[in-house]
C-alpha cells in the first residue's frame, strides 16, 4: 500500500524560510519521479517542482525558482522541498506526490507578518 506522509509546514514571516518532508513507503522510492503541488485558496493545484528518479534533474515553476529546492534521500525513501524567501503568496496547502497519481495528505503552509 503506497503511502506518503508530510511533515514540516506552518506559520512564517514573509523572507523565511521552511522545508518540507515526505516519507515514502510501501513502493519502490527510487524507482518513481516525485513532485510537490499546491493549492491557495479558491484556487486549482498547482505544479511546484519535480526531481527526477536519481535526483539528477529538476524542474521548478517560475514561481518559485531561486527560491525553492526539491531534493530527495532515496536511502530514507524520503522527499523534501527546501522554501527560502518565502512570500505571502506562497500560502498554501503543499502536497507531494509519487508517480503516476499517488498524494500525501497535504501540509498547510502559511506566510503571513
Known amino acids: 500500500q503506497v503511502q506518503l506522509v508530510q511533515s514540516g509546514g506552518g506559520w512564517v514571516q514573509p523572507g523565511g524560510s521552511l522545508r518540507l518532508s515526505c516519507a515514502a513507503s510501501?513502493?519502490?522510492?527510487?524507482?518513481?519521479?516525485m513532485s510537490w503541488y499546491r493549492q491557495a485558496p479558491g484556487k486549482e493545484r498547482e505544479l511546484v517542482a519535480t526531481?527526477?528518479?536519481?535526483?539528477?534533474?529538476?524542474d521548478y515553476a517560475d514561481s518559485v525558482k531561486g527560491r525553492f529546492t526539491i531534493s530527495r534521500d532515496n536511502a530514507k525513501n524520503t522527499l523534501y522541498l527546501q522554501m527560502n524567501n518565502l512570500k505571502p503568496e506562497d500560502t498554501a496547502v503543499y502536497y507531494c506526490?509519487?508517480?503516476?497519481?499517488?498524494w500525501g495528505q497535504g501540509t498547510q503552509v502559511i506566510v503571513s507578518s
Open positions: 506526490k509519487a508517480w503516476p497519481n499517488s
Open positions: 526531481i527526477s528518479i536519481g535526483g539528477g534533474s529538476t
Open positions: 510501501g513502493f519502490t522510492f527510487s524507482m518513481k519521479g
